[in-house]
């Protein structure tokens, strides 16, 4: 792709950055290809990252013991974070029966986690 020089090099320039780009193109496309095909055998047919995405934020407020019980549990059963050990527990806890149902004006903070969560939460 060499076109004929012409008066100040000002040709002889565009046609370099042109090339240039062009390198830069094919090299992010083959990198942007590379990517698929990882991903592709990293999901091993699982389904397709879009499909993972959360569109609501759900944000709780824990005492400390509570945190504490929730990071305890979450490492003895290997969970990769916070967030998944809170959808496990959550998944186990709607499939499970006999939970209490709240009265009519029971509060938020009368809901704990575990047993002694209380202000301040000496545990």
Do not use: Y
């Not at 792709?1 to 083959?30: A, C, D």
């Amino acid at each position: 792709m060499r076109i004929v020089q012409q008066s100040g090099g000002h040709l002889q320039t565009l046609t370099w950055l042109i090339e240039l780009f062009l390198v830069f193109m094919r090299l992010i496309h083959r990198m942007s290809k590379r990517c698929i095909r990882d991903r592709a055998a990293f999901n091993d047919g699982a389904k397709d990252m879009s499909d993972l995405t959360r569109g609501e934020r759900l944000q709780i407020m824990l005492t400390p013991g509570e945190l504490r019980a929730l990071d305890d549990w979450r490492f003895q059963k290997r969970m990769p974070s916070r967030a998944a050990a809170v959808r496990e527990l959550l998944k186990r806890g709607l499939e499970a029966e006999g939970f209490q149902q709240a009265d009519d004006g029971v509060k938020s903070q009368e809901f704990g986690v575990i047993a002694s969560s209380k202000e301040g939460d000496a545990a």
